[in-house]
């Protein structure tokens, strides 16, 4: 079932790949960005966070927080995006408990059509160029899903992808992050990855 932009959001707890345990909780009174990804190894997944990485910093100072779910084992995960090191969370869900809660979804008609959507090969290349060469995994078929959390624990914005590089975009992530007033949110100085 998918949600919706100002339900509660669903109660999580997980542990990173670096061994921290983390929970919706831990965010409370703070911006998150949960971003549900395919398999490890998956070329689309690596460029999308490598991209994302870019805008990490200014996110973080408007007070946004990142947890990036797999649904590989955490021995894969580190052998492919956690070779980079990002600045933020990264998550193995193998049993895709987080990803049922949250509603992320499965669609060999959307895989396929994947492959013939306009800058798909594009995109494709772009991750070669990085180094994401990719792989196989059980759940080729898994879509991605990205869902902006608000201090009150409530969604602000549900993304469910048309394909397999489908995300929410950086700039929409960036104007939810404005007050109404449409200045920038203060620093924050925690230090929290």
Request: charged share 25%.
């Amino acid at each position: 079932m998918r949600l919706e932009a100002g339900a509660g959001a669903p109660a999580f707890t997980a542990e990173t790949v670096r061994g921290d345990t983390i929970s919706l909780e831990s965010f409370v009174g703070r911006f998150v960005l949960l971003m549900f990804f395919r398999y490890a190894s998956c070329p689309m997944c690596n460029l999308r966070l490598h991209d994302f990485a870019r805008n990490h910093a200014d996110l973080r100072r408007r007070g946004l927080d990142v947890v990036a779910f797999f649904h590989s084992p955490a021995r894969s995960i580190r052998a492919h995006a956690g070779r980079k090191e990002y600045p933020f969370h990264l998550v193995a869900d193998p049993r895709m408990n987080v990803y049922r809660a949250w509603g992320v979804e499965t669609s060999w008609p959307r895989f396929l059509s994947s492959m013939v959507r306009p800058g798909f090969y594009v995109d494709w290349v772009r991750a070669m160029r990085h180094g994401y060469w990719g792989g196989m995994a059980v759940q080729m078929a898994s879509m991605p899903a990205d869902f902006l959390i608000g201090p009150d624990q409530r969604i602000l914005r549900a993304h469910y992808g048309r394909d397999i590089g489908d995300h929410l975009p950086v700039r929409e992530i960036e104007s939810l992050l404005r007050p109404a007033g449409g200045s920038d949110l203060p620093q924050d100085l925690d230090e929290r990855p």
